[in-house]
């Protein structure tokens, strides 16, 4: 399989020039709260990070197979309300919760995923909104146990610390759970299954002919994505210590992630990464500047539209190519490129004969 | 006990609520026949029709109804406009997943767009006739719901003859068959997409208005119909109009008879319930042929 976007092929910097940026990023993330002085920039950098861990565990899904979810605000959402119920009516301690939500959202989105990955392309992304429309409406209604529309109020892991020094606890949670997030993805794309699901993405009938168990490896990594978004919801959960349902189960978490993904770019590791703290930034400063009117719906949803239409490879992609194309050395081209400008001599709606 | 007379009441219900959704859910099957793409947006094309009748109405005190030649062939414009300027632009290899974002994209900003000119606050447009009801064998059957069905049932109809009655029905019908095989004959598939692509949405301004007449309506009211609509094409069959309008018709039935035990809020669980059965049991929907496979 020859794929010029990936990071291993292709004209990418040397190992060791990667390794230091990568050094130097982990090293600014780190350094982050000892810069900034006011809580509020904590809390806005601990909101990224979320994001972030979020769309990564998104990318999972979307980056490795090609199949959009907009239903992974669901997952999250199942994330924090197990580990408050856990916590609140369980009694569980903070941590263990966490971890034994996020496993059983893993086990939930065992039958979810083996009923959603039964259909493609458009079928998938209508049983992904429905599976976040359908939570809602539950959540919502079962007030006795999800306290409703009054919302959740979880109790804090660590009542000794002050607020401040909370947010700073939660700060490094996030980062290394992006961390195991980024690890986790980046072992399965250099391994032969993460080879699996990319030949999915391309072609499945083709994969499945070749031999690869599609349905498995589709549903192993849906339950991995599943779980990674449930402990970022989860520690989302301990950390904010409220819940409402109309927030956490929201369609439009799910087009966030959706959003910083794409933009970023799904076939790189630090794609949705990049994307969230564009996105996020953006977000937190359209909160500033506007306050919580609908016009962020405007917003998110322009944005979403212009990098559907313009860039649907994502930022990374498109600054290289531009960076290829003023340094010389011309990009292999990849096969979706190959097989749209293929469709592209013919007329725009001839591919639906098939 | 439940009685026999609320149990017709019900049914009697649902019929009319099928109707819009049967409607409704023709236009969707008409964006995936003649494109391959599923328009999440659609049903915020429908509230927003129903914020322009309820606007005409405050602005002039006429009936909301004579906002539809005003709307129909808005929306008809916006529709083409979209297919030629959006989403035939789209990549063929990833038009069927790209074009659901960017059609969820455009859903977000009609929502923010509606809730940022009018407010979130609900409306409801007072009518002199909407306290009026017909006693129908027994079922108290209240006139603005007839009349809803009554539009949605004459779209049908309209839309039915223009399908198979009309050369560019035909046209319309056989790009959507077989493209390739539609412009060996001397069709402009692209411009009939577009045109089919028009009176999907031209549904939507009819379904909007007659939605208008007997709801409340707020900006993100869209979710609640956009679940419905797509469950009840999966159900179906994607592509089918057909298996659409019977799958409209059996779930609307459904929730309105389950609304007596289970309440509103829980009766709206059947059609998620339908949509996770069909795709445990029969993933191309119960009427969907070769087309609903592949997608």
């Not at chain 2, 999966?234 to 018709?249: K, N």
């Not at chain 2, 669980?269 to 592949?294: C, D, E, H, N, S």
């Amino acid at each position: 399989m020859r794929s010029g976007s990936e990071p291993r092929s292709g004209p990418t910097p040397r190992p060791i020039v990667r390794l230091a940026a990568i050094a130097v990023g982990a090293a600014l993330i780190l350094a982050f709260p000892a810069g900034v002085d006011n809580p509020y920039m904590l809390t806005v950098g601990i909101g990224i990070l979320n994001y972030a861990v979020l769309a990564t565990a998104w990318n999972f899904v979307g980056g490795f197979t090609g199949y959009i979810s907009l239903g992974h605000g669901a997952l999250s959402g199942l994330g924090a309300y197990g580990t408050a119920l856990l916590v609140t009516a369980a009694g569980l301690p903070s941590f263990v919760a966490l971890v034994v939500a996020a496993a059983l959202v893993g086990v939930l989105a065992i039958p979810i995923g083996a009923a959603a990955l039964r259909v493609r392309g458009a079928s998938f992304v209508i049983v992904s909104i429905a599976l976040v429309l359908i939570l809602l409406l539950v959540f919502q209604s079962w007030a006795s146990l999800t306290g409703g529309s009054r919302g959740l109020v979880v109790p804090r892991p660590f009542p000794e610390l002050r607020r401040a020094e909370h947010h700073l606890v939660f700060y490094f949670l996030f980062a290394g759970l992006l961390a195991v997030a980024l690890a986790a993805w980046w072992l399965i794309d250099r391994s032969r299954f993460g080879l699996g699901l990319k030949a999915i993405r391309e072609d499945e009938d083709k994969s499945e002919a070749l031999g690869i168990p599609t349905f498995t490896y589709k549903l192993v990594v849906f339950v991995i994505s599943a779980t990674l978004t449930a402990l970022g919801g989860g520690l989302y959960a301990l950390w904010f210590g409220d819940l409402d349902p109309v927030f956490q189960f929201s369609i439009l978490t799910g087009s966030t992630m959706v959003l910083m993904a794409l933009l970023g770019g799904v076939r790189h590791l630090f794609g949705p990464l990049l994307g969230a703290l564009v996105v996020g930034a953006g977000l937190e400063y359209g909160k500033l500047a506007y306050g919580d009117t609908p016009l962020h719906l405007v917003i998110t949803g322009g944005l979403l539209g212009v990098v559907v239409m313009v860039m649907p490879d994502g930022v990374i992609p498109a600054l290289s190519s531009l960076f290829r194309r003023w340094f010389g050395s011309r990009e292999a081209s990849i096969r979706e490129v190959t097989a749209a400008e293929l469709l592209a001599t013919r007329d725009d709606t001839t591919e639906v004969g098939r | 006990m439940v009685s026999g007379a609320l149990v017709f009441q019900s049914v009697v219900l649902g019929v009319l609520l099928g109707g819009l959704y049967a409607l409704l859910a023709s236009g969707l099957t008409l964006y995936f026949g003649v494109m391959r793409v599923v328009m999440i947006a659609h049903s915020a094309f429908l509230i927003l029709a129903a914020y322009l009748a309820w606007y005409f109405h405050r602005q002039t005190g006429l009936d909301p109804l004579l906002s539809l030649p005003i709307t129909v062939p808005l929306f008809f414009a916006c529709g083409v406009a979209m297919q030629r300027l959006l989403l035939a632009r789209l990549r063929p290899a990833t038009r069927t997943m790209m074009s659901v974002l960017l059609t969820f994209s455009i859903a977000l900003v009609i929502e923010g767009a509606l809730g940022t000119v009018f407010t979130g606050t609900q409306r409801r447009i007072p009518l002199p006739y909407s306290g009026a009801s017909l006693e129908l064998l027994g079922a108290r059957v209240a006139v603005v719901k007839l009349i809803a069905f009554a539009l949605a049932a004459g779209a049908m109809l309209v839309l039915y003859l223009v399908m198979t009655r009309t050369r560019f029905g035909r046209a319309l019908r056989a790009t959507i068959q077989h493209p390739e095989a539609a412009q060996l004959v001397g069709i402009q598939t692209g411009r009939v997409a577009g045109y089919g692509f028009g009176l999907g949405l031209a549904t939507a301004a009819i379904g909007g208005t007659a939605l208008a007449l007997d709801s409340t309506i707020y900006p993100s009211l869209h979710w609640r119909w956009i679940g419905p609509l797509m469950a009840i094409i999966v159900v179906g069959g994607l592509g089918s109009v057909v298996g659409t309008a019977i799958a409209a018709m059996v779930l609307g039935m459904a929730m309105s008879l389950l609304q007596i035990p289970l309440g509103t809020t829980w009766a709206q669980t059947v059609f998620y319930l339908a949509l996770f059965a069909t795709l445990a049991v029969r993933p191309q929907g119960f009427f969907g042929g070769r087309l609903a496979k592949r997608f």
